[in-house]
């Protein structure tokens, strides 16, 4: 999974806060103080429905766009391509979770112990 840049960022999170489907127009509008032409956000809501972020369905002659996965799903697939990257899973898992505060760790613990009651 390819990381977002900027402006791709900046209209996924404005995906992300809401729940219904927006028009190119209902997005532009929500990013309003960046003063992007309407075809700007059409290009990037097209670029990130090609790299599968988003999907789109026809409402009249307009697209409907919603995020393909939740924030914190695109994160994870994020942290899951970082690891493919390292020749040492266990190294860089072990650095990330000697990296992240005690609350954090903790979070991660119980995480750990719900999906091992899945398991079983």
């Given at each position: ?44 809501l097209d670029r990130l429905a090609k790299k599968g972020v988003v ?30 990257q390292t020749g040492d899973r266990d190294a860089a898992l072990t ?26």
């Amino acid at each position: 999974m390819n990381r977002l840049g900027d402006l791709e960022r900046a209209v996924m999170e404005v995906l992300w806060q809401r729940e219904d489907a927006l028009t190119v127009r209902e997005v532009g509008r929500d990013l309003a103080e960046r003063d992007l032409a309407h075809t700007t956000v059409m290009t990037v809501l097209d670029r990130l429905a090609k790299k599968g972020v988003v999907r789109r369905t026809r409402d009249g002659r307009a697209w409907r766009y919603r995020p393909a996965a939740s924030r914190e799903a695109y994160v994870a697939e994020l942290m899951f391509d970082a690891l493919e990257q390292t020749g040492d899973r266990d190294a860089a898992l072990t650095r990330f979770a000697t990296s992240i505060s005690g609350e954090e760790a903790e979070v991660l613990r119980r995480a750990l112990l719900d999906a091992e009651r899945r398991e079983t």
